[in-house]
């Protein structure tokens, strides 16, 4: 797919220079190079009278939160003020409150409160006046989907037309597929290019070993993977530093929350076929017991090498490669004891209307097995003490809940990382400092590998589906059954709400309603992906096919260099500039990808 090369640089390049054009020529969006940057809007506070004036506030990202005080002055305040959420706000003089409102400032804007006398000689304030306009700071995203949009028209015509002049000369079109290897499907990489599918996997009808041998590639599971690949080079490199491309302060869930857990849930799916594929060569459970450990092994090692420097005094010990490796490898020993040989599922089942739910009721181990471990989670989350910190607390600490539980972030799940990795050892920068004055607090932490352990077995339940089940529409109706199980499950867990629930969508926690959400989520994204890519063939999954059988290599190479490769430029703080270079980024690592499916390069561990 030589167009897709094309295609992207045009991207890369068009984007740099509209950016350019757009951001000089237009009254809306341009690099200024004024104090505010992206997210901030200018509030001023002047007095008629020569007073001391206090402006305390809060943003209405930080849930529960006492007022802060920003800024005090004579006759005049003049303070910064985040524009994603509502500002609540609280005017005082040397006598108490004048007054207090709350107003939603936008990006760039300037904004005034006049304090004067009322009618009966008291201080009392304006309504909140506008002196400057603010920007219309959703151009750049309005501009990057516009170019998009014009590069996959132009793709499509010229496929079209390539297809026609290929059947002018009585060539056969052939769709872009990796070679068949019998090598091992990695768990991060492409369990597609390495595995494959075989319909009738156990018909219900006759026995195992009469099945029908059709095989045929799912491209799917790759597409769906290079998407989360993508998306998560995209966040990594800022995503233009608007709200939804950035992890939640606490609560909630934003586009960025969503990467993590998805490589988590296809990593599931690859598992099942890597045990497939080798049990189905004679390859003992010794042996593949040996190549899980040493995969895991690799993963811990790759991670603390990603996460470190030379400062052994901090050294973070957790990290998304350790949480990877160790929910990879509790789900896959547990596969790998607990799945039944083909011989003893002839032998022990009888095919009658049960068998409609086999997917339940053969791995029946399995599913104690990660009952067990929720409720673990579970009891360890809302029953482990706490000192100073009350039973099952979820918040963040910090000035959250007013201030009552300042050192208690992340309750059970910092005590536990700090019992066993020590304070040094785990994240210094979580994302609840900024809103919630929160300290250290580590996302990738110890006790949530056990749900991140759930959500990777909910995975492999969707791979395993595509083998129990024979039929296209029952792989189909059976994700979207998970899909709104799930969902359902994790709408009443959070009360559908972003704070309210009995356990919120969080994250940082990787809380039981975060990981069923997402998995829900998965369930219909791979939904989406099957029936595009492999049952109607009416996308390819290119460009993302080809990052996804490389999600390995782009993972850590846009780690390792994504402060000097594809570039770093001093900016501005604007969103422009930040999405040009997210989606500059991007695109690069996406023809990164490209090239080594050309040239036949797959790293996997």
């Known amino acids: 797919m030589v167009y897709t090369t094309c295609i992207i640089l045009l991207f890369v390049g068009f984007l740099q220079i509209s950016g350019r054009i757009i951001c000089n020529k237009t009254n809306l969006w341009y690099f200024r190079p004024a104090k505010l940057k992206y997210d901030e809007a200018m509030f001023q506070i002047h007095s008629k009278n020569s007073t001391t004036l206090t402006l305390e506030g809060i943003s209405g990202g930080c849930y529960h939160c006492k007022q802060q005080v920003y800024a005090y002055g004579t006759s005049s305040i003049a303070v910064k003020v985040n524009t994603d959420y509502v500002f609540h706000y609280t005017i005082k003089n040397v006598t108490g409150k004048i007054c207090h409102g709350s107003y939603h400032f936008k990006e760039h804007g300037h904004y005034k409160v006049m304090v004067g006398d009322d009618e009966n000689g008291d201080q009392a304030c304006n309504e909140v006046e506008v002196l400057k306009k603010p920007d219309f700071v959703y151009l750049p995203l309005v501009v990057m989907f516009s170019i998009l949009l014009f590069l996959i028209i132009i793709y499509n015509m010229c496929n079209i037309l390539w297809r026609r002049h290929l059947s002018k000369r009585q060539i056969g079109y052939t769709r872009i597929s990796g070679g068949e290897s019998d090598n091992l499907v990695s768990d991060l990489d492409s369990s597609s290019k390495y595995g494959s599918v075989t319909n009738n996997y156990i018909a219900p009808s006759h026995p195992v070993n009469s099945r029908p041998a059709t095989r045929t590639r799912l491209k799917s599971l790759d597409t769906f993977r290079g998407i989360s690949i993508i998306i998560m080079v995209f966040v990594n490199y800022t995503g233009g530093r608007y709200w939804f491309f950035n992890h939640s302060a606490w609560n909630g869930l934003t586009v960025a929350d969503l990467v993590f857990p998805w490589f988590i849930f296809i990593m599931g799916t690859s598992i099942f076929i890597s045990f497939r594929s080798m049990r189905r060569k004679r390859v003992s459970k010794k042996a593949i017991a040996w190549k899980i450990s040493f995969r895991t092994l690799k993963l811990l090692a790759l991670g603390l090498f990603l996460n470190n420097g030379s400062n052994l005094t901090h050294w973070r010990l957790p990290g998304v490669l350790q949480r990877f490796a160790l929910s990879y490898f509790a789900v896959a020993m547990v596969n790998l004891i607990f799945t039944p040989d083909e011989d003893e599922i002839d032998t022990h089942y009888n095919y009658d209307w049960r068998d409609a739910f086999r997917d339940l009721t053969w791995f029946r181990m399995q599913h ?34 007013y201030g009552k539980y300042k050192n208690c972030t992340g309750g059970a799940a910092k005590y536990i990382d700090m019992k066993v990795f020590g304070l040094n050892h785990i994240y210094q920068g979580p994302t609840c400092q900024d809103y919630y004055k929160c300290h250290a607090h580590d996302p990738e932490g110890l006790l949530g590998v056990l749900p991140s352990i759930l959500l990777t077995y909910l995975g492999l339940m969707a791979s395993r589906i595509l083998f129990l089940y024979s039929k296209q529409s029952s792989h189909i109706k059976r994700w979207l059954i998970w899909a709104v199980v799930w969902g359902a499950i994790a709408c009443g867990l959070c009360g559908a709400s972003q704070n309210n629930g009995v356990i919120p969508v969080n994250k940082n926690l990787w809380s039981l309603s975060f990981i069923l959400v997402t998995g829900s989520m998965a369930f219909f994204l791979l939904t989406i992906c099957y029936i595009l890519v492999d049952v109607k063939h009416w996308w390819s ?53 490209y090239m080594c499916f050309r040239s036949n390069i797959f790293w996997k561990l």
């Open 541 to 593: 999954g290119a460009p993302f096919y080809f990052s996804g059988m490389n999600a390995i290599l782009l993972y850590v190479g846009h780690e390792l260099l994504r402060d000097y490769f594809p570039f770093d430029f001093h900016n501005n703080s604007q969103h422009s500039e930040l999405l040009t270079r997210a989606a500059v980024g991007a695109g690069v690592w996406l023809v990164v990808s």
């Open 368 to 401: 104690i097995v990660m009952l067990l471990i929720l409720l673990v989670y579970l009891l360890l989350t809302f029953l482990l003490p706490v000192p100073g910190c009350p039973k099952g607390y979820l918040g963040p600490g910090g000035i959250g809940d």
